[in-house]
């Protein structure tokens, strides 16, 4: 059982560039989530799912996308690269999204540099 | 929406020493309060959490009070050890169609031998 898993560990873009930052996690979890951090910020909300082919925007969306094809993985898609998302990007997930206070579970982040 | 808000935002002790982490909440309809201790170069982990109808909460050195009158929480270590030098992160849950977590600024311990 690996738990959440998250590729690649580190990244460096140019402005403009666009990639993906890959999550996989093998708890049969309905709930995934993608936050970023931050010096000084915590951790703040990307985007959500709560289960497959359902997403949804969190407290800082904008120049990321998502998708949910499968239980298993959520990746987070950069668009265009702006220095602005030189962060710490963290993949998390738990068991449903549901009224269950649960564990949440944490990836190990990428740290992703946009020059 | 909720906002949390977490201090000192740096802690030195002594090892040996307790140490007193305290987060303020504002949305009272909160009801669960994770704490998750990051270790460099690491993801979050769960330390310990308790649920809004509970007041304290103990495992082992570790312990998180609960105060929903003045809707504060505070995590507390005792006899600290070198390794619980780490970044420690509070959050709340509110729910928004399904539990969302706000978390706080973050805490950097550092336990000094």
């Known amino acids: 059982n690996a738990g959440v898993t998250q590729t690649p560990k580190f990244q460096v873009l140019k402005t403009g560039q666009s990639m993906t930052l890959q999550c996989a996690q093998d708890m049969n979890h309905e709930y995934m989530s993608w936050y970023r951090q931050d010096p000084g910020m915590g951790l703040r909300l990307i985007h959500y799912s709560v289960g497959a082919g359902i997403t949804d925007q969190g407290e800082v969306p904008n120049g990321y996308n998502v998708s949910r094809s499968t239980t298993e993985d959520f990746p987070l898609r950069l668009l265009s690269a702006a220095p602005s998302q030189t962060s710490v990007y963290f993949c998390?997930?738990?068991?449903?999204?549901?009224?269950?206070?649960?564990?949440?579970?944490f990836g190990p982040g990428t740290r992703l540099l946009v020059l | 929406g909720e906002n949390v808000e977490q201090h000192p935002s740096t802690l030195s002790v002594q090892e040996g020493d307790s140490a007193v982490i305290k987060c303020t909440y504002s949305d009272s309809a909160s009801n669960y309060f994770p704490w998750y201790k990051q270790e460099l170069g690491k993801g979050p982990q769960l330390i310990i959490d308790?649920?809004?109808?509970?007041g304290e909460k103990k495992d082992q050195r570790i312990a998180v009070t609960l105060n929903k009158t003045a809707k504060h929480f505070s995590l507390h270590i005792t006899e600290t050890q070198p390794e619980d030098s780490a970044v420690y992160f509070c959050a709340a849950s509110t729910w928004t169609g399904f539990q969302k977590l706000v978390f706080g600024t973050g805490t950097r311990l550092l336990v000094s031998p």
């Open positions: 308790i649920r809004s109808n509970v």
């Open positions: 998390a997930s738990r068991l449903s999204g549901g009224g269950i206070l649960e564990t949440q579970y």
